[in-house]
């Protein structure tokens, strides 16, 4: 897992960009309540539209998304949102590590 910095206000909640619902859901459990409110979509575009229109105190953004390359994905949040925030990173084959790297207060 990759943890880079995006703009996010205070108080945000979390974004869960997968296309995989068993990934959302994993994260979502291991949120437990940490983050809110929490939303999930399906796409790196779909996480760009939420980024520009939310207040979002962490991303958590699936390496093996559908539509963006993640690379170049990142890239874009970094250049568009500067500095402010977390975004997390992980693919499926990483999930084992997700408890480790979540939030550990409310929002």
């Known amino acids: 897992m990759t943890t880079l910095p995006f703009v996010a206000p205070p ?3 979390a974004l869960i960009a997968s296309s995989n619902s068993a990934l959302r859901e994993q994260v979502l459990s291991r949120l437990n309540g940490r983050c809110r409110p929490v939303h999930q979509v399906l796409g790196g575009a779909d996480a760009l539209v939420k980024l520009e229109k939310g207040n979002w105190q962490v991303l958590f953004l699936d390496r093996r998304l559908p539509d963006l390359d993640a690379e170049e994905l990142i890239a874009i ?10 975004l997390r990173s992980f693919s499926a084959g990483r999930r084992r590590n997700l408890a480790g ?3 550990q207060g409310g929002s």
């Open 11 to 13: 108080g945000g909640g």
């Open 77 to 86: 949040i970094e250049r568009r949102f500067g500095e402010c925030g977390e």
């Open 101 to 103: 790297s979540l939030p």
